[in-house]
C-alpha cells in the first residue's frame, strides 16, 4: 500500500569477518592471510580484503552451507587436505 517494492530471493553475497587466529587455532596449522587466499578461490570463496590478524570473505549465495565463520574454516580445511593436518590427542583427559 505505501508503494515499496521487494525483490525475494535476496541474492546479495554474504561477508564473514573472521579472525586468523581463530581459523588457525581450529584447524592446527599457521598460514597467513597469502596462503588462505588460493585455499579459498579453491573453495568458491573470494577474500575481499584483510588486515594482519583479521579478513573478511565474500561467500556466494550459492552456498547455502556456510552460516558461520567455523564454516569458511571447514572449507579451508577441505582446502588444504585433511590427510595434510597433523593429527593430535587432546590436551584434556576425556572419558
Known amino acids: 500500500p505505501d508503494g515499496t517494492t521487494t525483490v525475494n530471493p535476496t541474492l546479495d553475497e554474504k561477508n564473514f569477518e573472521i579472525s586468523l587466529e581463530y581459523t588457525n587455532r581450529l584447524l592446527g596449522l599457521s598460514l597467513s592471510v597469502s596462503e588462505l587466499e588460493p585455499l579459498l578461490n579453491k573453495m568458491g570463496l573470494k577474500l575481499t580484503s584483510h588486515t594482519d590478524d583479521m579478513f573478511t570473505v565474500s561467500v556466494p549465495v550459492t552456498r547455502s552451507d556456510i552460516l558461520h565463520a567455523c564454516d569458511i ?23
Open 73 to 95: 574454516a571447514e572449507d579451508i580445511g577441505i582446502a588444504f587436505g585433511y590427510n595434510n593436518l597433523k593429527t593430535s590427542l587432546p590436551k584434556t583427559l576425556t572419558v
